[in-house]
C-alpha cells in the first residue's frame, strides 16, 4: 500500500513531540475508518519504536510506544470481521 507515514513521523521527529503528536493526531482521523490504511499506519509505528530503541532515544520510543498502543487497542475494539482477520494477519 502507497502512503506517506514513515516519511511524514521522521519530518515531524525534527520537529519535537508536539509534531509527533500532532501528524498521528491527523493520520488516525483521517485514515481510522479504513482498516488498511490504518494497519499500515500501525506498522510505521512499530517501526519507528524500534528506530528510536536502537538509536537510545528513549523519550521518542516511549511516545511512539504509546501512539502505536492507542492505535492497536482502538483497531482491536473497532474493526469486525475480515478487517480484524486482515489487521491481525498483517501485524502479527
Known amino acids: 500500500m502507497d502512503n506517506t507515514f514513515w516519511q511524514d513521523f521522521t519530518i515531524a521527529d525534527r520537529f519535537g513531540e508536539e509534531a509527533v503528536r500532532d501528524t498521528f493526531d491527523r ?48 483497531a482491536y475494539t473497532n474493526l469486525k470481521g475480515e478487517e480484524l482477520t486482515y489487521y491481525y494477519n498483517t501485524t502479527d
Open 27 to 74: 493520520a488516525f482521523k483521517e485514515w481510522r475508518s479504513n482498516y488498511k490504511m490504518l494497519t499500515e499506519l500501525v506498522i510505521v509505528l512499530n517501526h519507528k519504536v524500534w528506530q528510536h530503541y536502537e538509536n537510545n532515544n528513549k523519550r521518542y520510543m516511549e511516545l511512539y510506544k504509546q501512539l502505536w498502543g492507542d492505535c492497536d487497542e482502538w
